[in-house]
């Protein structure tokens, strides 16, 4: 199904503080947590929520100062991440995009550019990415081309897991320059001639993020919306961590939002096993167990979604070498606990529910289908060879952009 473009933007409210972004998410995922199975169920994709998200600020929360944003450091963003993940891990990804190529226009691109499309943030509008691509080798291979011409650039090219894409009012298109070679990202309208968003997106998990194909046939870009992709990701900027913490929030939120559900059924839905001589569920002594085996592992998660928030924001404030190691070798620590947290627990949810709740009706199994399908991104296998690495040879994880 070709999707229509987004609807005109409106301005974002003025958040200005950590605890006002906080508070705003924690307020829209009480919220959305009621519709989000069935949201899941029918795949209808919520672009009330999604306009409900972009009029609390939610969007614009890392616009610099200098353009009159609120400059939020990454930590908040990753907890504003990880709160909506609680209530829906579809809704929660949609926005990843979004911030991690505002930070790399913030980090590589000219100024002029950075005012623009700040301004345009601050005044509503979405990014979506077009930046994954089927056809290569790897993930990491680009053949969409930006061909450099006497009156601006054209882009021609086919991506797909373009996350947001239904909803944005702006692509970011990662792109190979025709006459460099070079990576490139360009900033095109969504609603540009010769861009076709296909809702083709078909994942057994996080159903509505949107993730689907995106065409390019011929599209114009301005030349003066086209930067080169180096500054962002091969210099110790601490670009890669941050959009890896983002991912590690989502699954932390999920992981949490399975135990809170499933303590939740057990209080309220499940029946003792008859051996346990008790008259409610939650007396088990079997079931307390395993809860306090399950919360160690959710609140291992969060624990080191903190401690990998701090690291991202020291290298923010104090890029460098020594500081961007650390935020990748902090986040990919609590990206390998917050894999097991988000495949882990959704899945026990079930085992200490019992078979009620495994009714299709209560949609318990998208905490599990949404976990087992966004901790795919990037495989946690890497990350620990990156950590053992460090801890035995003193090397530091590569600059690439993706830890």
């Known amino acids: ?34 519709g989000a199975a069935q949201r899941d169920r029918e795949r209808h994709l919520p672009h009330a929520e999604v306009e409900y998200l972009s ?53 590589a691109a000219p100024e002029g550019l950075q005012r623009r499309i700040f301004e345009q943030v601050l005044d509503g509008a979405r990014i979506a990415n077009a930046q994954s691509e089927r056809g290569g080798k790897t993930v990491a291979d680009v053949a969409t081309t930006l061909t450099r011409t006497p009156d601006g650039a054209h882009l021609d090219g086919e991506k797909f ?41 078909n994942g057994l998990g996080q159903r509505t993020t949107g993730s689907g194909t995106v065409r390019f046939d011929d599209v114009a870009v301005p030349l003066d919306a086209v930067f080169t992709r180096t500054g962002a990701v091969s210099e110790p ?10 991912h590690v929030a989502i699954d932390t939120g999920i992981a949490r939002g399975a135990l ?18 008790v008259d409610r569920a939650q007396d088990d002594p079997l079931l307390i167990h395993r809860f306090g085996e ?25 890029p460098g070498p020594d500081t961007a190691a650390e935020a990748s070798l902090a986040v990919a620590t609590a990206k390998v606990l917050a894999d097991r947290a988000a495949t882990e627990v959704p899945a026990a949810l079930f085992e200490v529910s019992g078979t009620r709740s495994a009714g299709g009706d209560l949609g318990l199994d998208r905490f599990w289908r949404d976990g087992r399908t966004h901790t795919l991104h990037d495989p946690v296998r890497y990350k620990v060879q990156h950590l053992g690495r460090f801890t035995l040879n003193e090397v530091r994880p590569p600059l690439h952009g993706v830890v």
Do not use: K, N
């Not at 987004?6 to 200005?16: G, K, Q």
């Open 1 to 34: 199904m070709t999707v229509a473009p987004a609807a005109d933007s409106r301005p974002a409210a003025a958040i200005d503080s950590a605890e006002a972004a906080v508070d705003a998410a924690r307020d829209l995922a009480s919220r959305f947590a009621d």
């Open 55 to 107: 009029d609390a600020g939610l969007f614009a929360l890392t616009v610099p100062a200098r353009f009159g944003g609120p400059d939020l450091p990454p930590s908040v963003i990753a907890e504003v991440f990880r709160t909506l993940a609680t209530a829906d891990g579809s809704l929660a990804q949609i926005p990843h995009s979004h911030y991690v190529y505002l930070t790399a226009l913030r980090l």
């Open 161 to 201: 897991y373009c996350t947001g894409s239904p909803y944005a009012h702006l692509l970011a298109v990662l792109a190979r320059d025709a006459d460099s070679g070079e990576q490139v990202i360009a900033f095109v309208q969504a609603d540009t001639p010769g861009i076709t968003i296909v809702d083709d997106w």
């Open 237 to 246: 900027t601490g670009y890669g961590a941050f959009a890896q913490l983002l």
């Open 260 to 277: 809170d559900a499933a303590a939740q059924f057990v209080r309220t839905t499940s029946r003792p096993w008859f051996e346990a001589e």
């Open 294 to 318: 399950l919360t160690v592992t959710v609140r291992s998660a969060e624990a080191a979604l903190v401690v990998a928030g701090a690291a991202v924001d020291a290298a923010f404030t104090t």
